[in-house]
């Protein structure tokens, strides 16, 4: 196995020779991470990964959907039941059938991930198959066992400057916590998450928020305790180095609604008695709540919309969420923004970087608000849509409207440690081939596109996120 130097750059010399030179401006710059979800206690406990198949497909739910997909069962690749009941436990046995299907990623994301991961991480010279599964298996195992391979060994390796995790509201943090306390010094922060707070429909709310009075000290029988609540663990959150929070919702609808009616629907869902509708508009007027209280506490925050979650009930409800089971959904955010924007659009206490799953609504809508509203700037490619092409689609259907300095650079958003400067390198070069084809058109001029790249690549996800500063 070898990686062509020029990768996923274009096949016209003239743009590949462009692209070459503006990639090598980016290729060594830190990595800025400012949205992911790799475990904190990797780096608090800095104990060495314990196997390939924990490492690199366990975590990954691009690699289990795609196998789900041709009909290989999660008990096979070793995920846990909710049950209990036995799945395959060996990870030999597992990687090698992750080796047998490896030909089933060809032409996707995940396959120019793992192509670098293996080269570039951990040395393998060969291609992975049936036939050199066990020795590929072997020659990374002997690797995770050096003092090299640590987790803050690789974070260093990789030139991650930045690392931010993604976490509940509730979380006491105490691995961050460790990290702090240790004497390893460098940048690992958490971010804000209430979602599961705001989820009053949902069965497991009473317990979260049981969690919730517990971290905060106090009870919570009104939702004046309950904001209270919130903007409590958002000033601790804060202390711990965190500077974002991050919202998922379905629908991006965002309403304020009378402090009576809130009250009234926050009292009901104490007594059991609120509905799906009530939450949807319960979560529409948290996201304006938290909009405010990013204004006092400086908070950027991001808004991940668009997600069908657990799709496949009965996967969900055999191994629980983040297998492979979340859909896309078509998103509406000119109207549903509205109240939000109309509020706060222009405020310049407020950073709001939205994302989306929908990519028809790029050039209709969120490209003209983003290139509108001073608040609002535009997060890259996730989830679905962070490849080579979907990558491309966004640039070339923001950049027109929104320009490039509307845009927050890319984030990794990624479970998998060991996939992040894979997924850095792949955007770093995707960004480089696409300004070189506006230098080659004679769009911008080639140092233009010089000071562009090294935007994309580490100014914009540092500046947008409030990362300059430790």
Sequence with gaps: MKLNEDRFFDPDPATRRVARDLYDTTRELPIISPHGHVDPAILATNAPFPEPTALLVSPDHYILRLLHS????????????????????????????????????????????LDYELHEVFGVTRSLSADTAEKIYDEIAEKLGSPEFTPRRLFDRFRIEVLATTDRATDTLEHHRAIRESEWKRRVIPTFRPDALFAIASPQWRGQLSLLEEVAHNPVKTFEDFRSALAGRRKYFKTMGATASDHAVEVPHTERLPDREVEKIFRAALDGAVEKRDQARFEAHMLMEMAEMSLADGLVMQLHPGAFRDHDAKLYDRFGSD??????????????????????????????IVFTLD?????????????????????????FHDSIEGMHRFRARTTETAGLYNTVGFNDDTRAFCSIPARHDLSRRVDANFLASLVVRHIVAKDEAVEMARSLAYELARDSYKLGTA
Excluded: C, H
């Excluded at 436990?89 to 991930?113: E, H, M, V, Y």
């Excluded at 959904?329 to 310049?348: C, F, H, K």
């Design 359 to 383: 990519e028809s609504t790029y050039s209709r809508e969120l490209a003209p608000l983003a290139g509108y509203y001073s608040a609002m700037k535009l997060g890259p490619p996730w989830w």
């Design 70 to 113: 041709q009909g290989i069962p999660l008990e096979a690749l070793g995920i846990p039941t909710r049950d209990g009941k036995p799945v395959t436990a060996d990870p030999r046995t597992i990687w090698r059938l992750f080796a047998k299907n490896w030909f089933l990623f060809r032409g996707t994301p995940s396959r120019a991930w």
């Design 323 to 352: 297998r492979g089971g979340d859909i896309p959904a078509a998103t509406e955010y000119t109207r549903n923004l509205r109240d939000l924007l109309n509020a706060y659009g222009n405020d310049p206490r407020l950073t709001l």
